[in-house]
């Protein structure tokens, strides 16, 4: 039977609660453990697939197609195993699963109630997820803030799995914020006080207590706080303010978390393997110069949009000592008449288009794609980067003017991106996209295989529309390669261009597979290239 953490925050959101989470688990990983994660979110949003990212930053996507809250893109970077369906649990998922049950006479006449048939459909996400990896410690966050209405009946599940499971087999961990006050100049216990009082309020009291403060809490402090929280001194960690995140964990370990952890689950304490941890902390703090590289999209003032895509990014730049400074282009910026593209994208040394819905600024993405093009400078297109890149390349390489796609364009005449015949009747826009892994077959003597270095790969999808088949002769004939198909569904992944250095576009997101101790392939190439180019230019 598996053994259970769970994570709480209190005083605020935004305090790290999902890369302590992460860490943990990471931690736990490093002495030898199966580890699995897990995250609840109190919104009543079935997935987030269908909220904006201005609301909720980039959507995940795990290799098995669920679309989810981008905390778990952290969780897999750091923790580097695949996550899946029970991974991500919002209310609106409890619920629906609850009333569906109703409906179908499952509760054979009884009052269906929030206490015990929510709670414990809560319940059965936590088993379920251990049952499923088959993992030794499931570690699961809940999203929001100990004393918000929308997760108390999640806090209710965790007291009874508590009850169910004993303190053996369950251990609570509370993050919270001990703020600074500046003209006293001290550090202030009352917030993590009342955050343990309201946790316990909903009949919790936590094992461990991470405190984010900008100092370190001193002995006074510490002891104020394990006297109020009822919590061994020993059992605060600090979580202080770093300049690079994957420090955290380290901090964690000095400070014997997982030491905390595996006493209390009575599990045998062995050594850490932090090797591939340690490496990656030493080459980002030693990293030498910068290599600049656009990013066109249109949410550019929010990069949680684009989180796992920036990450790929500087992990891609940390395999070769780079810094990768990214310089965020809004793309309706680039389609203004008064604007010169090369001002914008001129000094630039690699140009990333990444996934997309929508007709908003896409004129301008297809304008820096042609930059790109023509200019030889490095390109990436991600989904719809990658459908950028065939427009682009049909309207100026083969001369047809009007290709787009019938996202953008429902009567189109030349819909080089299409539907295909049996998704033309799909009304749903939820879960209703090509999602999670799909087979791609590479052919030899492609940039792809370069890069890959085999034919059979498995990469994750989330887009509606496709490469058009009718089109690829002509678009090949004029010099653009199919590098990667999808062999039963003979679908187009990868598309490249003949006569250029380095001009890739996928209709997956590799990102999603990207490591900061692993770089993916088609990042680290990419970033490869951008550098070669950027010493040409010298
Ligand atoms: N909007 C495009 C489609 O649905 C691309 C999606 C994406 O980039 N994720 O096919």
Not at 11 to 16: D, M
Not at 264 to 286: A, C, G, M, P, Y
Not at 329 to 350: F, R, T, Y
Not at 516 to 524: Q, V
């Amino acid at each position: 039977m598996a053994k259970f953490v769970f994570v709480t925050g209190g005083v605020c959101s935004g305090l790290g609660k999902g890369i302590t989470a992460s860490s943990i688990a990471l931690l736990l990983k490093s002495k030898g453990y199966k580890v699995f994660m897990q995250k609840f979110d109190p919104y009543m949003n079935v997935d987030p697939g269908t909220m904006s990212p201005i609301q909720h930053g980039e959507v995940f996507v795990t290799a098995d197609g669920c679309e989810t809250d981008l905390d778990l893109g952290h969780y897999e970077r750091f923790i580097d195993e695949e996550l899946n369906y029970t991974s991500n649990i919002t209310n609106g998922k409890i619920y629906s699963s609850v009333i569906e049950k109703e409906r179908r006479g499952d509760f054979l006449g009884a009052t269906i109630q929030i206490v015990p048939h929510i709670s414990n459909e809560i319940k059965n996400k936590i088993y379920e997820a251990a049952t499923t990896s088959g993992a030794d410690i499931v570690i699961t966050e809940i999203g929001g803030t100990v004393g918000d209405i929308e997760s108390s009946v999640m806090m209710e599940a965790l007291r009874q799995f508590r009850l169910e499971q004993g303190r053996e087999n369950t251990l609570f961990v509370h993050t919270t914020l001990v703020p600074y006050l500046v003209g006293s100049n001290e550090l202030k216990t009352k917030p993590t006080q009342n955050s343990i009082i309201e946790l316990r309020r909903l009949g919790i009291q936590p094992d461990i207590l991470v405190t984010r403060a900008p100092i370190d809490l001193g002995e006074a402090v510490r002891s104020k706080i394990a006297l109020f929280g009822s919590i061994p001194a020993e059992n605060i960690i600090e979580a202080k303010d770093v300049n690079n995140i994957y420090e955290i964990p380290c901090n964690f370990h000095k400070q014997n978390i997982e030491e905390i952890i595996l006493n209390q689950f009575r599990l045998k304490v062995t050594e850490s393997n932090l090797k591939d941890w340690e490496e990656l902390i030493h080459n980002v703090e030693n990293l030498e110069g910068e290599v600049e590289i656009a990013l066109v999209g249109k949410y550019v003032e929010l990069e949680d949009a684009y989180l796992s895509v920036k990450e790929a990014l500087k992990a891609a730049g940390y395999k070769y000592k780079k810094h990768v400074k990214i310089k965020w282009v809004d793309s309706e910026q680039l389609e203004k008449a008064e604007v010169n593209i090369k001002d914008i994208l001129g000094d630039v040394k690699g140009i990333l288009v990444p996934g997309g819905f929508g007709s908003r600024g896409i004129e301008g993405k297809i304008l820096a794609c042609q930059y790109a093009r023509e200019k030889k400078i490095p390109y990436l297109g991600i989904c719809l980067g990658m459908q950028i890149a065939v427009i682009e390349f049909a309207r100026h390489v083969c001369g047809i003017e009007d290709a787009s796609s019938t996202e953008f364009n429902e009567v189109c005449k030349n819909p080089v991106i299409d539907l295909m015949i049996d998704q033309k009747s799909i009304v749903n826009k939820g879960g209703t996209l090509r999602l999670g892994n799909y087979e791609c077959k590479i052919s030899k003597g492609t940039l792809a295989y370069k890069d890959y270095g085999q034919e059979t790969i498995y990469e994750r999808h989330r887009h509606r529309y496709e490469f058009n088949n009718q089109y690829r002769e002509t678009l090949e004939a004029h010099g653009m390669v199919f590098s990667g198909i999808h062999p039963d569904l003979n679908l187009v992944e990868i598309v490249e261009l003949k006569d250029h250095p380095h001009f890739i576009a996928s209709q997956f997101h590799p990102e999603f597979k990207s490591r900061p101790t692993k770089a993916h392939p088609l990042f680290s190439s990419f970033v490869k290239a951008a550098i070669d180019y950027q010493k040409k230019c010298k």
